[in-house]
């Protein structure tokens, strides 16, 4: 183990053992999680921070071949996260399952009233430290980690169980504790719920707007990007953006020239290339369809009774001191005024209370 500190970094079975058996007695801890998807074609987890009473502790999953141990500590633990629905994901992808408490202090800052609830707003705010945040887009796949690097990650965790004993005094203190558990529990909930396999993965934002020809294009475009992304083992974006992808497709849709990057290699414009001979092959009823958006059923008066609702939405924001977003998002108070079929599912308990749609 390599000391960081007061703190160390876990790389063998057998310190993992080590830890777990020091940590044993504790109830409540503290996660992070850090992977290489701004420097890889596959995300990988490549580092676990960990904190429980007053100590945290760095683990390498890539030196580590099975975590099981320590998932199954976390599975009977209260388990703080700051943001917690990326690493929530990153923890259901490993090991298939989430903590059944997972606490996030973002969540918990918000209900507070806190505007900037970032890592670093709230170590600033409760603690008046300033985070370095030059190791944020770090390659954490690389071995050895550079002190900086380390110190970095293990701040994630370090002032997290602190800082959630002054966010749930806060949150009794103002009554909202049921609506932080109640939140909590909803964000778990949908991580757990999130089908991660789209069957068209290519429908990017923006593609709603192209028409049949256009959105064959598209796909083809976007699955010879990801194939130059796996063969260079990098992220799909540092091959092309989204943005570009649309641009190239409403520029050939129209006819003009297409100026790829300089950088691209030959072969990489051979392919792509290929690509578009590959999509003008294809018979104009194997084009994708485009695809229909929510439909409601609007009446005359369905933008006012809208923009009353949020009016009073902000109302009572302005009365709890919290973002009115917090309470509902448009989208949720347009599908319950359109009376979508989900609208009831998107709604907690304790917003229905504030708004009053309890009744």
């Not at 390599?2 to 063998?12: K, P, R, S, V, Y």
């Not at 028409?211 to 091959?239: C, I, Q, T």
């Not at 950088?263 to 104009?284: G, S, V, W, Y």
Request: glycine fraction near 6%; hydrophobic fraction near 35%; include cysteine.
């Amino acid at each position: 183990m390599e000391a960081i500190g007061n703190d160390f970094m876990i790389e063998t079975p057998e310190a993992l053992g080590e830890l777990l058996s020091r940590a044993k007695g504790a109830s409540v801890c503290a996660v992070d999680t850090e992977a290489d998807s701004l420097h890889r074609y596959r995300e990988s987890l490549c580092l676990i921070q960990f904190a429980w009473g007053d100590e945290s502790t760095l683990i390498d999953p890539l030196a580590i071949d099975d975590l099981g141990a320590f998932y199954d500590y976390l599975g009977s633990r209260i388990v703080w996260m700051h943001g917690a629905d990326y690493d929530m994901t990153m923890l259901r992808r490993e090991c298939g399952v989430i903590p059944e408490k997972v606490y996030d202090t973002q969540i918990g800052a918000r209900l507070l009233g806190i505007r900037k609830f970032g890592l670093g707003n709230l170590v600033e705010h409760y603690f008046d430290i300033k985070l370095s945040k030059s190791s944020q887009k770090a390659d954490w796949g690389k071995r050895p980690l550079s002190p900086k690097m380390e110190e970095y990650a293990i701040n994630d965790v370090r002032y997290l169980l602190p800082m959630a004993e002054m966010i749930v005094t806060g949150l009794k203190d103002k009554g909202r504790y049921d609506w932080f558990i109640e939140s909590c529990e909803q964000a778990r909930a949908k991580v757990l719920d999130r089908d991660e396999s789209k069957d068209e993965p290519w429908r990017i934002q923006g593609a709603g707007r192209l028409d049949r020809p256009g959105l064959n294009l598209l796909k083809h475009l976007w699955y010879w990007r990801d194939r130059e992304a796996e063969r260079w083992d990098r992220p799909s974006f540092m091959v092309a953006s989204n943005k570009q992808l649309l641009q190239w497709v409403q520029e050939i849709s129209a006819g003009d020239r297409v100026e790829l990057p300089r950088h691209f290699r030959p072969d990489r414009r051979r392919r792509f290339q290929a690509a578009l001979k590959e999509a003008a092959a294809t018979d104009a009823s194997e084009h994708p369809k485009r695809q229909r958006g929510v439909r409601r059923r609007r009446d005359r008066d369905f933008d006012q009774r809208v923009a009353e609702m949020i009016k009073h939405r902000n109302k009572v924001g302005e009365e709890l001191d919290i973002d009115g977003s917090v309470i509902a998002s448009r989208a949720m108070i347009e599908a319950y005024v359109a009376e979508d079929d989900d609208h009831e599912e998107q709604w907690m308990g304790w917003q229905k209370s504030c708004l009053g749609l309890d009744d």
